[in-house]
């Protein structure tokens, strides 16, 4: 299994970032899939997880309204597009495998993570 998060930079506040992450060593269709975040300092912070049919989909409260995720099956990717980001937003960012669906917060697979930082 292998995931590989890109799209990571640095913006200013209000602007958007579109990461993200190829998932490949696994049926990409079958598993719930999650973002995950950790600041500088701080313990990791679930952001959002999108099912397996890219129907349902979910988010923190201090992201919701601001970023997207998605997936695309036949590219094996997974997507979070972010707006309007915040200096509270800067973090690692980590595409990971949940290790029971959309509610685990536990994962059994992580990605080496993308920079994301919001600064002017």
């Known amino acids: 299994v292998q995931l590989v998060e890109s799209g990571g930079g640095m913006v200013q506040p209000g602007g958007s970032l579109r990461l993200s992450c190829a998932a490949s060593g696994f049926t990409f269709s079958s598993y719930d899939m999650s973002w995950v975040r950790q600041a500088p300092g701080k313990g990791p912070e679930w952001v959002s997880a999108i099912n397996t049919g890219g129907g349902s989909t979910y988010y923190a409260d201090s992201v919701k309204g601001r970023f997207t995720i998605s997936r695309d099956t036949a590219k094996n990717t997974l997507y979070l597009q972010m707006n309007s980001l915040k200096p509270e937003d800067t973090a690692l960012y980590y595409c990971?495998?949940?290790?029971?669906?959309?509610?685990?917060?536990?994962?059994?697979?992580w990605g080496q993570g993308t920079q994301v930082t919001v600064s002017s």
């Open positions: 990971a495998r949940p290790k029971a669906g959309v509610s685990d917060d536990e994962y059994d697979y």
